[in-house]
């Protein structure tokens, strides 16, 4: 018998709130801010890569570290920036999922590869300072995707009874592979980023859904 979901850990940008192209904006305005247009196209490349990832370890890996945390802050300041302007908009129907998925007596985590600062800018501009029972960065858990610590980290903070009750939701590969790295009991990948469904059954999605706003129903036609 398959254990029942106790948690949904879900991520931030692309599967809750829409990117919309916001991450690869502000990480263009910090590298030209950094380092003008030397390997512009290299490093824009990566980021999309590796999207849904740990930014910090993602521009670790095009600079050294002093130069890597420069381009943290200068690509959170950037971000700051488009969130301040209101560029930070819900995916349709995530308020709603997550509301529901608390009221099927769920605990829901979101968790996102932006530090703290940015994070909390991004729930205060939608209003969903509290939707949430929990909200991860990678400084909260040790390391970002596609490590499982957020996912880990989210079972503990929610005492969940095991990794099988952990469902873990997410846009990217770096999402879903978190989620089996992390053992947890069903991973979903959402067509509301940049993959196909091709790319999250790769990576070892169990489902695959157009929106995060039909996991509720999910769950409850699979009895979890």
Known sequence: MTARIETVVLDMAGTTVRDEGLVEEAFAVAWSRQHGTERADEAMQWVRDTMGQSKIEVFRHLVDEQAAQELNRAFEAA??????????VAIPGAESAIRALRGQGRSVVLTTGFARPTAEAILASLGWTDLADVVLTPADAGRGRPAPDLNLTALL???????????????????????VAAG?????????????????????ADRVLGSVAELPELLERLGR
Request: no cysteine.
């Open 184 to 204: 947890a009991g069903l991973t979903v990948g959402v067509l509301t980023g940049t993959r196909s469904q091709s790319d999250f059954l790769a990576a070892g």
């Open 157 to 179: 903070r929610t005492q969940a009874s095991s990794v099988s009750a952990i469902a873990v939701v997410g846009d990217t590969e770096s999402d879903v592979r978190s989620g």
């Open 79 to 88: 971000f700051d920036e488009l969130v301040a302007a209101g560029r930070a």
